[in-house]
């Protein structure tokens, strides 16, 4: 087969600008995607507490049990051990706020200047003033969300909601009146913008449907990548309506969604040294988490391969003086495999003025998926296709994260066999 160069194929056809035009309109296209940028925030005194923050808001988002947050005193955290969020506005005139860009979630939710003076995570952060918004309409309904440490409260209501421009009209969202214990007191985000499928949502049309359904985008996908180096407070973007080809190199990875709920999808195989530690398990893509959390089996299995020891609360610590003997971790997904290693999965946080070194695969209780939080996510370029109900995955140039972890990417025979029989009993919660 002769390759035609384009140089070669305009010389050819006789038509140069028709190629001109093309390539005018590849750029015009490529310049009408909008991008909100991603705001990141470290915990400069990681601690053991961060962890356990992030954790019971994780148990409550898949309906988990979580062992620490049913003690009766909480320990009081300072934020979740790393935090993403975007800019979002809400009302006429805009009130704004900083809100967690969670893709294991659906719900958009807010504090509320209704809430009581007693309540220390609503006061810490902005709250949202219905009275103050000419385009604020009443809703009613109420909402709650089980947490391990009681019930975040709130009600319904609708106003318009800016996003980087796109305005999206008649938003249905949550004013959070009642934030319990105090894994929210002293988070950097306001609330939440969840951008999983509307199916979790219990009725509410999500932001990005509404987005859609306005026509504020010219595709229905919404593509991420994370930074998760260096000190700057950029934490990368969010391109909605499309992808960016100068972000990622290669091909896209598309696997199908098993259940267009979560971010869900098939993972062919996750082994560490020789050891399967998965064969066709069921994952989720989770911006809200840092973690990555997985079945007790194979939570047991990775401690033996890292000689990590269990605190009995589903966390492990390694001996920080062995780091470099650590393995890699190789995940196939759709026939390629993303390689993790040891600096992308080991956080270091101080306890009692010591330095620990902590997994970061945890277990929670009842849990049979891989959560797959921003240890693997800030690896990769993210494409969340809401359209064709599919996930895809891409390699990610250098000077899109500032040469921030980069995954190996290998070429694998595809497999999309899924072992029903570790799900056992409860398989439909998973795939039906």
Known sequence: MRHIRVQDAVMQVG???????????????????RRTTINRQINGNRTHANV????????????????????????????????????????????CFNLQFDTGSSDLWVPSVKC?????????????????????????????????TGSLLGFRSRDTVNIDGMVIRNQTFVEAVDEPGSAFVDVIFDGIIGMAFASLSGGITTPFDNIIRQGLVQRPVFSVY???????????????????????????????????????????????RDILLCNGCQAIADTGTSLIVVP??????????????????GEAFVDCSN????????????????????????????????????????????????????????????????????????????????????????REPPSYGIDYSFYGDVYYRYFT
Request: proline letters at 4%; aromatic letters at 12%.
């Open 116 to 148: 009581p003076s007693t309540n220390v995570a609503c006061q810490e952060h902005n709250k949202y003033n219905s009275s103050a918004s000419s385009t604020y309409v009443e809703d009613g309904g109420g909402f709650s969300l089980e947490y391990g």
């Open 226 to 272: 994370l930074r998760r180096d260096g000190s700057s407070q950029s934490g990368g973007e969010v391109i909605w309506g499309g992808i960016d080809r100068s972000i990622y190199r290669g091909c896209i990875n598309y696997v199908p969604v098993s259940l267009p709920a979560y971010w869900q999808f098939t993972v062919n195989s996750v082994k560490v």
């Open 296 to 313: 007790l089996r194979a939570y047991n299995a990775i401690n033996r391969a890292l000689n990590a020891t269990d605190n009995g609360e």
């Open 52 to 95: 356990k923050a992030e954790k019971i808001v994780l148990a409550a988002k898949y309906f988990l049990v979580d062992k620490q947050s049913s003690q009766t005193t909480q320990v009081l955290t300072n934020g979740f051990n790393l935090e993403y969020t975007i800019r979002v506005c809400i009302g006429t005139p805009p009130q």
């Open 323 to 410: 780091l470099c003997k650590l393995p890699n971790f190789n995940l196939n997904i759709g026939g390629s495999t993303y390689t993790l290693t040891p600096k992308d999965y080991i956080y270091k946080l101080q306890d009692n003025n010591q330095t620990l070194c902590l997994s970061g695969f945890s277990y929670l209780e009842g849990n049979l998926l891989w959560i797959l939080g921003d240890i693997f996510l800030g690896t990769v370029y993210t494409v969340f296709d809401v359209g064709q109900e599919r996930i895809g995955f891409a390699k990610l140039k250098k000077n899109s994260t500032y040469g921030i972890y980069r995954p190996t990417y290998v």
């Open 15 to 33: 038509h140069p600008p028709i190629i001109a035009i093309f390539l005018l309109l590849l750029g015009h296209s490529m310049g009408q995607l």
